[in-house]
């Protein structure tokens, strides 16, 4: 742990200022999940109120890291990111400092922890010389990134050269063209391609910017917690995770909403719905999704806001239909609701339904036009207070 270090935190309820008997703690992380959240619990009241950092201090590679420490910073997400250092002891955290500041990834530590579980899909390569990280100059990158060019074209003309399908003049004229590399300046060789704008050079090696970026959103917190704690990776690219709460306790604001990924099978949900329920000593009907997060193929319907009114329930079919459909394209259901006006989750999922059974229909795209003109039709009989629109609806003028 010397070699790896760590991360100190100073940490205290948020009327700590005013109340000289609140409580406060240090802790180093990384730490269990577990006794951490005794920790924020005695720091919360248990979700009560807030906590706040005082301070933070870091040593060994937490040191290279760049990340928020103020005093919203949250703890879960900070030590989780600790536990991915812990556990990758090996990785070059000059490059991933060097990624996250070139590639504007937040500081916020949940993302940096992305960052570090993914390191190996960062476009990054090493330079084949060192170079000093504390007090390096652009010319020693330049440098450096023109002798790590120079050094792998003359790798390849090696392996060319030893290629005995070459005749014995085109392996002499290969050799002589590695002579001329021997003159090349590697300083300007590095300033001139990398004011391309293609590469970006980090103090241990560079970047190519043409490369795909790192999914910053992999892994929500939990998923986070779960990968750094227990080398578990296996989740559902597609998924929804929703945090359930007391309608009473969303509305005050409390903090202790629990996480359920979606699609899980109905009665399961039902179950563990039941189950916060009791815990929570609510009705199950009480409970509301008082936040959520998209992942995979959802995340093309970000732009729309599902709110607490929209049923977990509901979420889930609406998780389920999506999963189940891989060929349904959520980004073009998404815009042609948006066109529609289509927000209710209702008609969203009906929408996905007319949408996955027109697929392959001459009149696919007919079918989605039909079911757009019911609902405006069906809004503009209620705005103008005429009858019932269904059995289940309400009546004109009792919104």
């Avoid at 504007?104 to 940096?112: E, I, K, R, T």
């Avoid at 004229?173 to 001329?180: C, D, K, M, P, R």
């Avoid at 910053?216 to 998923?223: G, N, Y």
């Amino acid at each position: 742990m010397n070699k790896i270090g760590n991360i100190r935190v100073n940490v205290a309820a948020s009327d700590a200022a005013y109340y000289a008997y609140a409580p406060q703690d240090s802790v180093i992380l990384p730490m269990a999940p577990d006794n951490l959240q005794k920790v924020i619990d005695k720091m919360t009241y248990f979700g009560r109120h807030d906590y706040a950092i005082e301070d933070i201090q870091t040593s060994g590679k937490f040191d290279k890291l760049h990340f928020a420490e103020d005093e919203r910073v949250d703890l879960r997400a900070l030590n989780a990111m600790a536990e991915c250092v812990k556990r990758n002891p090996d990785l070059d955290y000059d490059a991933v400092r060097d990624y996250c500041d070139n590639f504007d990834v937040p500081v916020d530590p949940l993302m940096v922890g992305n960052v570090i579980m993914q390191a190996d899909e960062m476009p990054f390569c090493g330079y084949s010389v060192a170079v000093d990280s504390e007090a390096s100059l652009p010319s020693d990158l330049w440098r450096a990134y023109g002798l790590t060019l120079l050094d792998q074209a003359s790798e390849e003309l090696e392996s060319c050269v030893n290629d005995n399908r070459l005749s014995p003049a085109s392996k002499a004229s290969l050799l002589n063209i590695g002579e001329l590399l021997g003159n090349v300046p590697a300083e300007a060789l590095g300033a001139r391609m990398a004011a391309g704008g293609d590469v970006c050079l980090g103090h241990s090696g560079y970047f190519d910017r043409n490369s795909n970026e790192v999914d910053l959103m992999k892994f929500d917190l939990d998923e986070l917690e779960q990968a750094a704690f227990e080398g578990d990776r296996d989740f559902a690219a597609d998924r929804i995770v929703v945090y359930a709460e007391d309608r009473e306790a969303a509305d005050l604001g409390l903090n202790i909403s629990l996480p359920l990924t979606l699609p899980m099978d109905a009665a399961e949900l039902e179950g563990t719905l039941k189950d916060i329920a009791e815990m929570e000593g609510v009705d199950a009907g009480e409970l509301v999704m008082c936040d959520y997060e998209l992942h995979g193929r959802f995340r093309e319907y970000s732009w729309h806001d599902f709110g607490s009114d929209d049923s977990i329930a509901d979420m889930n079919r609406f998780a389920q239909i999506v999963v189940d459909n891989p060929e349904l394209s959520v980004g073009e259901l998404f815009y042609y609701n948006d066109d529609h006006e289509i927000y209710d989750i209702d008609a969203i999922i009906e929408s996905a339904e007319k949408m996955i059974a027109s697929q392959g229909a001459p009149d696919g795209d007919l079918c989605l036009d039909n079911l757009a003109e019911a609902k405006d039709d069906e809004a503009e009989m209620v705005n103008e207070g005429i009858g019932t629109i269904g059995a289940d609806a309400l009546a004109g003028g009792e919104r």
